[in-house]
């Protein structure tokens, strides 16, 4: 199985600042890597698909990058709404695996 | 709007059966697989597998092999999964979510709650 390993597991930040989350996977993955934001008691939301791909509806702040085994998403400009846990997954491979993930708070 | 709706919470038993239902809605339901996503209590993501409602075929995690069961209804378009021989350590809610082939699971169903407890 391919491995994710996220950090930071937790961070606080201020309103405005620029935030990023790093993924490596335990094996090269090319592109095939989604990031996902969650809020308490909600679902899973994609953020982030195929690297640095926006889906629809998510804020230009957000943006994802890397290649191979390296990724990262960055938050440009912290929001409050932003408050969440954040999980990467890989899916070049089955089965499909998370990173541990990252909860973000604001300072 | 592509909708995914789950079944309500369940409390059960050790070593009882569970069978959770995702209604899809939406979209064409055979155009995309439908996964399944646990989360313990405080814990992470852990992708279970996936079902194809096309051919029906499935892709199981090999820790859930033996216990899982996913099936599909493509006249009502939903989606199964059954866990057997339940544990206190699988009280989590579970997930279905839609994935294109070779894409992300881009729309989530609400979570079923499943309690496992005596």
């Known amino acids: 199985d391919i491995q994710m390993t996220q950090s930071p597991s937790s961070l606080s930040a201020s309103v405005g600042d620029r935030v990023t989350v790093t993924c490596q996977a335990s094996q090269d993955i090319t592109e095939y890597i989604n990031w996902y934001q969650q809020k308490p008691g909600q679902a899973p939301r994609l953020l982030i698909y195929d690297t640095s791909n926006l889906e629809t509806g998510v804020p230009s702040r957000f943006s994802g990058r890397g290649s191979g085994t390296d990724f990262s998403l960055t938050i440009s400009s912290l929001q409050p709404e932003d408050i969440a846990t954040y999980y990467c997954?890989?899916?070049?491979?089955?089965?499909?695996?998370f990173g541990g993930g990252t909860r973000v708070e604001i300072k | 709007q592509v909708q995914l709706v789950q079944s309500g919470a369940e409390v059960k038993k050790p070593g009882a059966s569970v069978k959770v239902s995702c209604e899809a809605s939406g979209y064409t339901f055979t155009v995309y697989y439908i996964h399944w996503v646990r989360q313990a209590p405080g814990q992470g993501l852990e992708w279970m597998g996936r079902?194809?409602?096309?051919?029906?075929?499935?892709n199981l995690a090999q820790k859930f092999q033996g216990r899982v069961t996913v099936t599909r209804d493509t006249s009502t378009t939903t989606a199964y999964m059954e866990l057997s021989s339940l544990r206190s350590d699988d009280t989590a809610v579970y997930y279905c979510?839609?994935?294109?082939?070779?894409?992300?699971?881009?729309?989530w169903g609400q979570g079923t709650l499943v309690t496992v407890s005596s």
């Open positions: 079902i194809n409602p096309t051919s029906g075929g499935s």
């Open positions: 997954q890989q899916y070049d491979d089955l089965p499909l695996t």
């Open positions: 979510a839609r994935g294109a082939v070779g894409g992300p699971t881009d729309y």
